[in-house]
């Protein structure tokens, strides 16, 4: 990553790679198909890593608790990167098709969730829930993790994470909530008192756990 940035990432050859790593060109092409590869060394084994969180859930866990903690266990492998992780967005910001193969890496993992969403959302969730949940779930975890690499480490991108989480977990309790309870419908006359009486019960819903 170093010499991508000293050197500008066209002039390095996978053979001065070598050559800096004391193999052979033959060795780099054994472990990464492509240059391009060689900036995202880690995402294979982070996508093993939420793989295997997701297996290794205990039965009955709620299948969004556990694409949260996997997610959770995959910002603090990328935090115990930080050299990789830094030089790695200052190296995507100046080559294009690198900021494409980064997008492509992080499909990746909502692939793998929402794949495993599918499987164990309950059978009357809505079709397009476990997309838009690994959508959103990996959304929030780049969100944090962007916002910690813009200001070079100076922001707390796990709370950053918990709150994005616990912000999914309120938003699926009121949606549960909402879907079996019966309704209420009103047609009241506008006036101050009405609007006054409105925005009283809005504060107080905001107010619900």
């Known amino acids: 990553m170093a010499m991508f940035l000293k050197e500008g990432y066209a002039n390095v050859t996978v053979e001065a790679v070598a050559e800096a790593s004391s193999v052979s060109r033959r060795t780099v092409f054994r472990h990464f198909e492509s240059k391009d ?14 793989a295997r969180h997701l ?26 990167r930080p ?18 193969r980064e997008v492509v890496e992080h499909e990746r993992y909502v692939a793998l969730t929402r794949s495993y969403l599918r499987d164990r ?4 969730a809505p079709p397009f829930q476990p997309m838009a949940l690994a959508a959103l779930i990996d959304a929030i975890h780049r969100s944090a993790l962007g916002n910690w690499v ?6 707390d ?6 709150a994005g989480m616990e912000w999914v977990r309120r938003m699926l309790v009121h949606q549960s909530a909402f879907s079996t ?6 047609v009241l006359p506008d006036s101050p008192e009405t609007r006054r009486m409105l925005t009283s019960l809005k504060n107080a819903a905001e107010d619900l756990p």
Not at 85 to 100: A, D, G, Q, S, W
């Open 37 to 50: 590869e060689l900036v995202f060394p880690d995402h294979a084994e982070r996508l093993g890593l939420v």
């Open 55 to 80: 297996a290794e859930a205990p039965p009955g866990t709620d299948p969004v608790d556990a694409v949260i903690g996997a997610t959770e266990a995959s910002l603090r492998e990328f935090l115990s």
């Open 83 to 100: 050299d990789l992780v830094l030089r790695r967005y200052k190296l995507t910001r100046i080559v294009p098709e690198l900021r494409k």
């Open 121 to 124: 959302l309950p059978p009357d």
């Open 150 to 155: 813009r200001e070079a480490g100076a922001t």
């Open 157 to 162: 991108p796990v709370a950053e994470l918990t």
């Open 181 to 186: 309870a019966p309704l209420l419908l009103a």
